[in-house]
Structure formats: structure tokens, C-alpha cells
């Protein structure tokens, strides 16, 4: 079984930065993919924020491209979050994604998630 833990979210104002990080532990399989989505909205449908690869491939929304930057460090099993230039449409919580495929499938382990809040 894997464990995601997330970290970093919090309250900021528009323009400003905040850094995600998220932690895998427990029988991780590999290759994987490790990725952030967010809802902004009770109800509403999960969004891709991005994604990355074990080998290193990256996938970003549309929304967040040249604001937002995923990395991760595989010797640590976890992936960061840079957002930069925040904007209030980024409010939402944020969760982590552990999957084998480069899309979410049931199989897919999903952490608690971790509220960002940016003010105007």
C-alpha cells in the first residue's frame, strides 16, 4: 500500500508563491507517474495541474503553464509544486497522485490534499 502525504499549502495574495511538496512511502512501484490536480469547487471535476514521469517527461495544464513548474526527486519519492505568480482562479485544493499510467485510474493512490488560497 502507498501513502501520499502533501505539504506547503496555505494563504497568499495574488502575485505571490507557494511551494508543494508531497512524499510517497510504502510499496512503491516504478516507473510511475507522480502528479498534482486540484478542485476548486465542491462537486466539481478534478483538473490536471501536472504531471511527471520517473523518467522525467512533464505534463502541465493549460492554465498553468510558465506560472507553475513540477519537479521531483526520486531517491526521496516525492514531487514539488512550484506556483508562481499566483492568481484567485488558482484557489483549490491541490492533491498528489501516485498512478502507474500517465492518467488517473482507479488504481490510482490520491493524497488528503492541501487548501490553497490566493487573495486578490
Known sequence: QVQLVESGGGLVQSGGSLRLSCAASGSIYSPNTMGWYRRRAPGKQRELVAFITSGGFIKYGDSVKGRFTISRDNAKNTVYLQMNNLKPE????????????????????????TQVTVSS
Open 90 to 113: 488558482d484557489t483549490a485544493v491541490y492533491y498528489c497522485s501516485l498512478s502507474a499510467d500517465w492518467v488517473p485510474t482507479q488504481s490510482t493512490t490520491w493524497g488528503q490534499g
